[in-house]
């Protein structure tokens, strides 16, 4: 883990720079490569400040979230407001609100500004929610997705409905989505290692050990909820200044599910194991996604078959889900390999269940 | 006077529904202690049967498509869930979700992502007035159906050797199975009354609304998931008084809200949930299950 007190300063920083480092290089490659491979970069690094965002909460707390999408979504509808040009959103949102049809704001600003927006409702939000346990919490969060969803496509005065927002500047570049990776990196490295986030963690192994050391759960599950709905809607802001357009189905179940796909493939207990699982399932879902469209192979042309992608995704999943619970990292961080091969430091187990060993005895009774 | 016997008929109809889905969810709870998500999907493919199968007569299509429910059930326990069943809570959850997003995507490929009509039976959708009351046929099959399962269900727990078995092993599945308990069997037998709860709920949504879509299966495990949840989750007299309570709480708002709110309808209806939930975080009729033990 994170704090070894007998590591030096370098070591200590490693699980922050490798996939940093790591992210500067892919972005530095795909500089010299073709603009579509650009975009899809783009996209991977705003999903990866989406999965760390996610991360931030599921990984320290150990409890599951289906409602980041709707963070993301409050993220990506609030910026769109706050940038839209006011001409467009004259014609676009006649009915808007006069604060906020006189109002734009430069796009870092509003990206801010959206991620703070969406981190307030996850406050209001986690009053209720973080004092649940580890089986309906998880629940709540989906009922919110579901809440979010329904206000989208509602609220015709703010949100035009189901109807798709336009005129969105579009301007993520590969480069401020890059600085939005790293600064959401740099976040959870911070959390993760404070006093907060040992104490979640700590929650997350053995619940009722860590209350009975005076831990409350509940303020600790509010913070990280808190910081990664900001992280969230920081990514829905990117999203939208990457696509230029927003419509309410963009932000419901299958990106859920991508998003948590991204975070359990590569393992949820670290992150090392965030950034791992964005970049390999961005890069799978991307060669899915052209699969799909049809292509040639040895001179065989295999048909388009829409849905292709969804479905291997999901099988990948499930074996990943059957044989290796904990994703690729297992909840290791990156680290520096030791010269003359120190012994790994054993890292606890997070995703058994306590009644494992209870249950071991495989076979019927 | 009427309007109110109106709206109790209305949500008596509703609450069936949604308390046969809730039961089915908190049945599998029960002896897993996972959610299920594939649950609405069970619900998805019961209906995509009926349509498939639409050619022969129409209590053999039932039939039939109820035994697909069931047998997708015992299928997705054994590829998807069995692997995972001593896994974290959380990672139960994430393969329940992933299972029902395969079986989605699956139906999508081969059927097609659009909704399809199909017509179960056309009188099922008469409407009978009874002095003031409007009752259509379909809301008296659907209480008296609800009934019937309920009343079965509570046979099937009460009186039979597998029913007992799946209390003990939802009370504490460890002792059950110290005390000879099969722990396959006891999973399949939960499984298969859960499939067969979801066909039903299936069959009955089909002749109601006539039309089927690869996602239909979302909104009622939604239903079912909050009304085992405010029910107390794990408890099958909290997940029906939920479901009722739902059915209830959806015919009301639908009835009393001003036309330009009720597009909120359900919107309103989850934060109602959550209002419960703030109040009773353990649910109206806690079960075992949200004990922690030490």
């Known amino acids: 883990m994170v704090l070894a007190p007998t590591r030096s300063g370098l070591r200590r920083v490693a699980p922050l720079a490798v996939p940093v480092i790591l992210a500067c290089l892919i972005v530095l490659l795909a500089s010299f490569a073709a603009s579509s491979v650009q975009r899809t970069v783009t996209t ?5 400040v989406l999965v760390v965002g996610l991360y931030v909460f599921v990984g320290n707390s150990g409890v599951l979230s289906f409602g980041h999408i709707g963070f993301m979504a409050i993220g990506a509808y609030a910026d769109a407001i706050f940038t839209i040009p006011v001409q467009l959103k004259k014609v676009m949102l006649p009915h808007l609100p006069a604060v906020f049809a006189q109002l734009t704001l430069p796009t870092p600003v509003a990206v801010l500004a959206a991620g703070l927006a969406a981190a307030l409702v996850a406050l209001l939000v986690s009053l209720p929610l973080m004092r649940m346990s580890l089986v309906t919490l998880p629940i709540a969060t989906l009922a919110f997705l579901v809440i979010v969803r329904q206000v989208l496509g509602n609220w015709e005065s703010v949100t035009r409905g189901v109807g798709t927002m336009l005129g969105i500047p579009i301007d993520t570049t590969m480069t401020s989505a890059l600085l939005w990776a790293v600064v ?54 990117l999203y ?51 699969a799909e469209g049809g292509f040639h192979l040895a001179g065989l042309a295999v048909p388009a078959r829409p849905g292709l992608g969804a479905i291997v995704l999901a099988v990948v999943m499930l074996l990943a889900l ?4 904990q994703g690729i990292t297992r909840g290791r961080e990156s ?10 430091v054993r890292v606890p187990q997070s995703d058994e269940h306590p009644d494992r060993l209870a249950n071991e005895t495989e076979g019927e009774v | ?12 109809s509703f609450g069936s529904l ?36 639409r050619g022969l007569p129409l209590p053999v299509t039932l039939f039939l498509s109820l035994g697909v429910a069931v047998l997708v059930a015992l299928l997705l326990e054994r590829a998807a869930f069995r692997p995972v069943r001593n896994a974290h809570p959380t990672t139960l959850l994430v393969t329940s979700f992933v299972a029902s997003y395969l079986l989605q995507n699956v139906v999508m490929a081969v059927a097609g992502a659009r909704p399809k009509g199909v017509d179960v039976s056309p009188e099922l959708l008469e409407v009978i007035s009874l002095g003031n009351l409007r009752v259509s046929t379909i809301d008296l099959v659907t209480i008296v159906t609800s009934a019937v399962l309920i009343m079965l269900l509570w046979l099937l727990l009460s009186r039979t050797l597998i029913g007992v078995q799946m209390r003990a092993a939802a009370d504490d599945f460890l002792m059950a199975r110290l005390l000879g308990v099969r722990a396959n069997r006891v999973i399949a037998a939960a499984f298969a009354a859960s499939g067969l709860l979801a066909g ?18 979302l909104t009622p495990v939604l239903v079912g998931f909050v009304a085992a949840v405010i029910g107390g989750v794990g408890s099958l007299v909290g997940a029906l008084v939920g479901g009722y309570l739902l059915g209830l709480a959806t015919v009301l708002l639908q009835t009393y809200l001003p036309s330009g709110v009720v597009g909120y309808r359900d919107g309103l209806v989850f934060g109602f949930v959550i209002l419960i939930l703030l109040l009773r975080p353990q649910g109206l009729l806690a079960s075992s299950a949200e004990r922690t033990r030490v």
């Open chain 1, 44 to 48: 991977m690094l705003v999903n990866l």
């Open chain 1, 184 to 237: 959401a990196m740099v976040v959870a490295f911070l959390f993760q290692g404070s006093r907060f986030g040992l104490r979640l963690r700590a929650c997350r192994e053995e619940e009722v050990a860590a209350r009975a050391l005076g831990i409350g759960v509940t303020a600790e599950r509010t913070i990280a909820f808190v910081l990664s709905a900001f992280l969230a809607g920081a990514a829905g802001a």
């Open chain 1, 240 to 290: 939208g200044h990457e696509l230029g357009s927003l419509y309410p189905d963009a932000f419901y179940f299958s990106a859920t599910f991508l998003v948590i796909t991204m975070l359990i493939i590569g393992g949820s207990g670290s992150l090392a194991g965030a950034f791992t699982g964005t970049v390999l399932v961005s890069a799978a879902a991307e060669i899915l996604r052209r």
């Open chain 1, 322 to 325: 059957a044989y290796r619970p």
């Open chain 1, 335 to 344: 680290g520096i390999p030791r010269l003359g091969g120190g012994r790994p």
């Open chain 2, 1 to 12: 006077m009427t309007g109110f016997l109106q709206s109790l008929l209305d949500s008596l």
């Open chain 2, 18 to 53: 949604f308390g046969l889905t809730a039961l089915g969810i908190a049945l599998v709870f029960g002896v897993m202690r996972m959610i299920n998500f594939a649950h609405g999907e069970l619900i998805m493919v019961a209906a995509y049967s009926v349509f498939v199968l």
């Open chain 2, 200 to 217: 039903c709920v299936s069959l009955l949504l089909v002749a109601r609304s006539g039309s089927i879509s690869p996602t239909m299966g």
